[in-house]
């Protein structure tokens, strides 16, 4: 059974938390979860994979263990073990690989179309997924420059959407948001959430296929 550990950088409740979203998408694997925003510190690296998913934090603020958290992407990413950022890991893993993150100015909020380059097209990450697919966001802070050597894989007008660097993979959308979670974020938020009425099951099957695929490329 594929063994994947996720580094939890989020501090918020269980039902929004995206620790807790991303483990509901990796049912029928053996998955552990650190709490690196607790200060917890994984006991060892004898895993298939490492996900890095979303956080209310702001990778640029000045926290201790954000600096622990980045020591462990590097460490994980030097190792050539096979690494997932979901859209505050997404960031974190720029950042700490010598990429850079800004604050946008606004929330890209609700269904985005996620149209993928011509290397996303190639990419295992994007397998069996079309060239462009509606996906969920919620994030206010954006990859502005991705780090030296990584491919481009999805771009839209808001911002880098997903590079990849060697066994290292990174998307800022949520493949594994629900609507039901959606909701709660965008009332958090003061965002129009009639938006996610364009959000179909379908979309979230195809959204998910990402996970799926990292799955598939680790196990």
Not at 68 to 85: A, F, M, N, Q, V
Not at 97 to 106: D, E, M, P, T
Not at 159 to 170: A, D, E, H, K, V
Request: hydrophobic share 40%; charged share 20%.
């Amino acid at each position: 059974m594929t063994k994947v550990l996720i580094l939890n950088p989020d501090p918020d409740e269980w039902e929004i938390n995206a620790a807790n979203h991303v483990l509901y998408a990796l049912e029928g694997h053996e998955v552990e979860i650190v709490n690196v925003c607790k200060g917890e510190l994984p006991k060892h690296f004898n895993y298939d994979g490492f996900i890095v998913p979303g956080s209310a934090v702001s990778c640029y603020e000045d926290i201790a263990w954000l600096r622990t958290l980045e020591d462990l992407i590097r460490r994980i990413h030097s190792s050539g073990k096979p690494l997932l950022g979901v859209c505050f890991g997404h960031q974190a893993i720029a950042k700490a690989l010598g990429g850079r993150v800004v604050f946008a100015g606004s929330r890209e909020f609700g269904p985005v179309n996620m149209p993928l380059t011509e290397e996303g097209k190639k990419s295992l990450l994007f397998n069996d997924i079309p060239n462009s697919f509606l996906v969920l966001e919620s994030h206010q802070d954006k990859v502005s420059k991705i780090p030296q050597g990584a491919v481009l894989l999805a771009e839209n007008d808001f911002c880098i959407q997903s590079f990849s660097l060697g066994n290292t993979f990174c998307v800022q959308f949520h493949p594994e948001m629900t609507v039901k979670t959606a909701n709660i974020l965008g009332t958090r938020y003061g965002k129009d959430i009639s938006v996610l009425d364009n959000f179909k099951e379908s979309d979230h099957r195809t959204a998910l296929k990402v996970v799926d695929n990292f799955i598939e490329f680790i196990s």
